[in-house]
């Protein structure tokens, strides 16, 4: 249960600052990618998106090294390279998952095998001198405090997993906003 512990702690801060630091994306960023896609400027659009290391400005460079292309292949290359990206912002998240649903289940077996024992110190002292209740309670005791740490292990990765989960939406969110906003733009220049 401790390195189940060790390691859902690692995955949930490893993850968080990870999704934080893809979550920053400068405000300003889509109206310079509008101005110089406006402009006919791609190479510096192409500049700037490799300049910020987020998973939209990748999605919008992916877009932008497509263009002249149709919308529809620009568009399918958008998603493709979207998918890629929310798979690496979810990596290792199911761990946590995984973490949450077996730290309980490990828990009650320690509480199952330390109440066996505490049978068997039952049938064994009744044949001899008696069962001392100090036994009997210490026994119990250590059974229950697997329950404990199995559930308190269970609960972190559970509370970890969902806030990573909704961290990734909303990063996700911003991807598809700006996505959108790229089509848009690369709809309205056709247009014209």
Not at 61 to 76: E, F, Q, V
């Amino acid at each position: 249960l401790f390195v189940l512990l060790t390691i859902a702690l690692y995955i949930y801060f490893e993850r968080f600052f990870a999704i934080k630091s893809a979550s920053k994306i400068d405000e300003n960023f889509m109206n310079q990618i509008k101005e110089s896609v406006s402009e006919g400027k791609l190479v510096a659009a192409a500049a700037l998106c490799k300049s910020k290391n987020t998973p939209t400005a990748r999605l919008i460079g992916k877009g932008i090294s497509r263009i002249g292309k149709p919308l529809d292949d620009i568009n399918t290359a958008i998603e493709t390279a979207g998918k890629l990206e929310v798979y690496q912002l979810e990596k290792n998240v199911s761990v946590l998952a995984t973490i949450a649903g077996a730290a309980p289940m490990i828990g009650f077996l320690g509480t199952v095998l330390g109440m066996m024992n505490t049978f068997h110190k039952m049938a064994a002292g009744s044949e001899e001198s008696g069962v001392q209740i100090g036994d009997l309670s210490e026994g119990i005791m250590y059974a229950m405090a697997t329950t404990v740490a199995g559930l308190v292990v269970g609960i972190i990765a559970y509370l970890g997993y969902n806030l990573l989960v909704s961290k990734v939406d909303k990063v996700v969110h911003k991807m598809e906003d700006a996505s959108l906003n790229f089509m848009d733009l690369l709809n309205a220049i056709i247009k014209k």
